[in-house]
């Protein structure tokens, strides 16, 4: 009888635990009359993904491009990519343009078919107002975007999380990332920087390619709300010179949609990683120009290609004020 009791009584102290979410994989049909996210008809089963574990395919849907679209307001106002996966049957480039937000977790783009390019865009006219948002629901480590050789991810909103600490985005596969965003993280409240890392462990990544322009990278003084840039053994960060040239700031969020320059030791390049330097008319020569600003002092461990044969470029640390440091490059003839 005590035994009975004890066991009865254990089941009822014991927690209920909340069934784990279940992951619904949604193929795209497209047979909701126009591309719109919201029409449950463009999907198979036919709902609308929407849940932290859901998975997006993009298949054989044509050999048009595809520019899938979002209006309404039910039962998203944003698009919602827990897992986003473009197949080898893909026979056409795919365009997603949000009118707000969107969330990306996992993302891949599988090598075959003949499609080349997925963009992922905000609103119309408006890309310095729109985010695309990563680490929705418990994912804590790392996400995986995972881009296949002869396929191209462009991201033309800025980057950002949900939520206070920096988490990051790991760049796999030999696929290339074109970030076309003026600012990595956003500033929130008060040490709370909506920061992302990148770390590109292979293949390419590039600021607006072709295009120099100005990219900054916020973060605060919480430890664990510093993003960093690592580029790994391998791997290449493609940058534009030119009448304007590409830099990455180091800022700290100070209130909401206020920075100011901060140093960390937030750039990381291991030996052996690319610095592939893309030459455009009116690039200045025997000039240094700011590549990374507000960094720490350690050396350079790129290796630069891209230049013609007759150049060569030289780097150096430049202390601006005290303890912040730019790291600056000048191209020469040989």
Not at 189 to 203: M, P
Request: with cysteine; proline share 7%; net charge negative.
């Amino acid at each position: 009888m005590p035994s009975r009791l004890f066991a009865a009584i254990l089941l009822l102290t014991m927690p209920i635990l909340a069934p784990a979410a279940v992951a619904t994989t949604y193929q795209w049909s497209g047979q909701g009359g126009e591309p719109n996210w919201n029409y449950a008809e463009n999907w198979s089963p036919p709902d609308i993904p929407c849940g932290d574990v859901d998975a997006t395919l993009f298949g054989d849907f044509g050999p048009e491009p595809l520019r899938v679209i979002l209006s309404g307001a039910e039962p998203r106002t944003y698009m919602f990519f827990s897992d986003l996966r473009v197949t080898s049957e893909a026979r056409a480039d795919l365009f997603f343009e949000a009118p707000r937000e969107s969330i990306i977790n996992q993302l891949t783009l599988e090598a075959g078919g003949s499609y080349t390019r997925v963009t992922i865009d905000g609103p119309t006219g408006a890309p310095t107002a729109a985010f695309v948002r990563i680490s929705k629901g418990s994912h804590a480590a790392p996400l995986e975007w995972k881009i296949a050789a002869g396929k191209e991810l462009v991201i033309v909103p800025g980057l950002t999380i949900t939520g206070g600490r920096s988490r990051g985005i790991r760049k796999t596969g030999p696929g290339h990332w074109d970030f076309r965003g003026l600012s990595i993280g956003r500033p929130g409240d008060l040490n709370e920087s909506l920061s992302v890392s990148i770390f590109v462990e292979e293949g390419s990544f590039s600021l607006s390619r072709g295009v120099g322009q100005p990219v900054r990278i916020v973060s605060s003084e919480v430890n664990d709300r510093q993003p960093v840039l690592q580029i790994s053994r391998g791997a290449v960060l493609e940058m534009d010179l030119g009448h304007t040239s590409d830099r990455i700031d180091y800022v700290r969020a100070i209130s909401r949609g206020e920075s100011i320059p901060y140093q960390h030791d937030w750039l990381r390049v291991e030996e052996g990683a690319i610095l592939k330097l893309n030459l455009h008319e009116g690039h200045p020569e025997n000039e240094w120009i700011t590549l990374f600003a507000n960094v720490a002092a350690p050396e350079s461990a790129f290796t630069v290609e891209g230049l013609p044969a007759d150049r060569q470029a030289e780097f150096r640390h430049v202390e601006v004020r005290p303890d912040f440091y730019d790291l600056q490059i000048r191209i020469t003839p040989r």
